[in-house]
T-cell receptor, first 114, second 118 residues
């Protein structure tokens, strides 16, 4: 089955600086890579996703890059703000109708220092 | 729309007791999932249901059973609780549509159930 590794497990960044979280996956059949944000005591929520036919996707201060050859993808947050403090999870899946199981990484706790 | 709801929010069990965690969604989604979240382990899939009447094992199914009662409801049952099942349990739902548009495959999570087994 799929195995997703995520690094680092904790990350502290000065407010206004950039943060980068990296994930690797093992199954070359995976074609869908979402990122979820979980604030303390809350449920995970999707912030951005990317498909294997795209190398990069941006949404305001958030971007995700994918390198299919190396089987790794990264989350980039620019101009970080205090509300970016949370745990971030990457995930991978092979999207086929009737089979949408996600395999999650172990999470990165991001702390923004004011 | 309430989205995905779960009951109860908190539960304490003794070893060997049984209980059922309830989950319901009002988004007319076909797929539903049960995850457990443990410190340092991320979210691990217990069971999922791709459509009403079907269920399949995930990564950590041992000690659990599920029922997809109808399209809206997906319950998780612990027949004989063990301390190793102490965790936060999340239910999620989605309506995967392949590549039609962005966020098509988003999974929507419930608020979670914090379960402690003594």
């Amino acid at each position: 089955g799929e195995n997703v590794e995520q690094h680092p497990s904790t990350l502290s960044v000065q407010e206004g600086d950039s943060a980068v979280i990296k994930c690797t996956y093992s199954d070359s059949a995976s074609n869908y890579f979402p990122w979820y944000k979980q604030e303390l005591g809350k449920r995970p929520q999707l912030i951005i996703d990317i498909r294997s036919n795209v190398g990069e996707k941006k949404d305001q201060r958030i971007a995700v890059t994918l390198n299919k050859t190396a089987k790794h993808f990264s989350l980039h947050i620019t101009e970080t703000q205090p509300e970016d403090s949370a745990v971030y999870f990457c995930a991978a899946s092979s999207i086929n109708f009737g089979n949408e199981k996600l395999t999650f990484g172990t999470g990165t706790r991001l702390t923004i220092i004011p | 729309n309430a989205g995905v709801t779960q009951t109860p929010k908190f539960q304490v069990l003794k070893t060997g007791q049984s209980m059922t965690l309830q989950c319901a969604q009002d988004m007319n989604h076909n797929s539903m999932y049960w995850y457990r979240q443990d410190p340092g382990m991320g979210l691990r899939l217990i069971y999922y249901s791709a459509s009403e009447g079907t269920t399949d094992k995930g990564e950590v199914p041992n000690g659990y059973n599920v029922s997809r009662l109808n399209k809206r409801e997906f319950s998780l049952r612990l027949e004989s609780a063990a301390p190793s099942q102490t965790s936060v349990y999340f239910c999620a739902s989605s309506d995967p549509r392949g590549w039609t548009s962005s966020n098509d495959n988003e999974q929507f999570f419930g608020p979670g159930t914090r379960l402690t087994v003594l």
